[in-house]
């Protein structure tokens, strides 16, 4: 910008190197500007020096810091010594806000005594730290208000930050964290380790499964989404993320998954999975070059209509619940028992020939032949069960094969008379 042209009110011996300096200069006497150099000119966007000279400062000045500046002013043109740098607002010509930082001392023009003051445009610097602040703030609103629970560990894994929420899940406060491994609070470090192989590896995970250990001990299970980070030649830092309770969610899959493959009423595998099971036996045999031994038995209580009939389907349920525990006590460790549905049971035994499944039919029919159902609390009764039994060949693909001869044995059973074995 072009120089102010001469003026009577200009330093005459400093007027030309003090115009050329890059920073803000400005003369003041008597609260108006006497000398304003081109950097002031440019900072308060005015046409020329003359439009800023003989103005009074309180034109440029904000109002709440009015009385601030012109008491550090007449301090100047008292003599009384360099006032140090202090913020000020401003504004320019076009009414722009600015915020500077400013600074005066005395100085002679024109044979009065005055103020020379220097200033340093900190507006965008102001903006900038604003800016910081308010996005500082809302970092930790959020981080207050989240359920969920941020963290960042360094390179070494060690938490550098967690937020207020892992109070809620784990029971630590933050402070308690900070600073220890993450690895600390995984039940089994070989966990955190498959987590940061996976991060390393692919820079991210999402909905990684996990584990990790309360401050009274309880296991929870935790869901993890998560971000390497890098330092600035590109190595890694650490890691930042989100984890996430999911104990409830899992622990209701669980029983989902449980109600799925389990008859509610006896506790047994239900018909759709106690028959998975014997697909996949019938699988692992055909894969195996010594097939070992594989039988069933189809358990059918006798005449159990008659007790719902009689006595009610709770009574009835009752008995199928005695009726399991009966099996329970003479069936093999090893062997696998589900209710196909009703009275209808299946009992899979595996390393069993026909000689072995037959001897342990008769031991379940003979323990249900001597045992009393108690039905209500002054009465029971005696039940018989008939079963039929095979034994798995090597051209059985699926269950259905091994199913239908054990199905023809146990009618054969019933139409014998119940209460019998039948091959």
């Known amino acids: 910008m072009t120089s102010p042209a001469p003026h009577p009110s200009m330093l005459p011996a400093q007027a030309a190197w003090v115009d050329a300096l890059a920073a803000p200069v400005l003369v003041v006497v008597g609260e108006r500007l006497r000398y304003v150099n081109a950097a002031a000119?440019?900072?308060l966007q005015a046409e020329s020096a003359r439009e800023l000279l003989g103005r009074s400062v309180q034109d440029f000045v904000h109002p709440l810091d009015s009385h601030r500046v012109l008491a550090r002013l007449r301090r100047a043109e008292a003599r009384e010594g360099v006032n140090p740098p202090t913020s000020v607002r401003v504004f320019d010509c076009k009414g722009n806000e600015l915020t500077l930082v400013m600074t005066s001392a005395p100085v002679d023009c024109d044979g009065e005594h005055g103020a020379l003051t220097t200033c340093l445009d900190m507006t965008e610097r102001v903006a900038m730290e604003q800016r910081l602040r308010r996005t500082d703030e809302d970092f930790r609103r959020i981080m207050d208000t989240m359920q969920d629970v941020f963290y960042r560990t360094d390179a070494q894994g060690i938490t550098r930050y967690v937020c207020p929420a892992v109070k809620n899940v784990l029971g630590y406060s933050a402070e308690e964290i900070?600073?220890?491994?993450?690895?600390?609070?995984?039940?089994?470090?070989?966990?955190?380790?498959?987590?940061?192989a996976a991060i390393r590896e692919h820079g991210f995970v999402r909905d990684f499964p996990g584990r990790m250990r309360r401050k009274d001990g309880v296991i929870i299970d935790i869901s993890i989404s998560t971000q390497a980070l890098r330092d600035e030649r590109g190595q890694y830092a650490g890691v930042e993320g989100i984890w996430r309770d999911i104990s409830e969610r899992k622990a209701m899959e669980r029983e989902l998954e449980r109600l799925a493959t389990r008859d509610h009423l006896t506790g047994l595998y239900g018909r759709r999975r106690i028959l998975e099971l014997l697909?996949?036996?019938l699988e692992r045999r055909r894969d195996r070059r010594t097939q070992s031994s594989l039988a069933v038995l189809l358990l059918d209580l006798d005449h159990f209509k008659q007790i719902n009939d009689t006595h009610?389907?709770?009574?009835g349920d009752q008995v199928l619940r005695q009726f399991v525990d009966t099996v329970h006590g003479s069936r093999r460790g090893e062997d696998q028992f589900g209710r196909l549905g009703g009275e209808?049971?299946?009992?899979?035994?595996?390393?069993?020939?026909?000689?072995?499944?037959?001897h342990l039919a008769e031991r379940i029919r003979l323990a249900v032949e001597a045992t009393e159902f108690r039905i209500h609390a002054e009465s029971s009764l005696r039940l018989t069960v008939s079963i039929g039994y095979a034994h798995a060949l090597p051209e059985d693909r699926r269950s259905a094969d091994l199913l239908e001869r054990a199905d023809r044995a146990l009618y054969q059973a019933k139409r014998g008379g119940r209460n019998r074995v039948s091959p």
């Open 312 to 315: 009610g389907h709770a009574a």
């Open 344 to 358: 209808e049971f299946l009992l899979m035994l595996q390393g069993a020939d026909a000689g072995g499944a037959r």
């Open 178 to 196: 900070v600073g220890l491994p993450a690895a600390a609070f995984y039940p089994d470090p070989a966990e955190r380790d498959a987590l940061v």
């Open 41 to 43: 000119v440019e900072l």
């Open 279 to 281: 697909d996949e036996a």
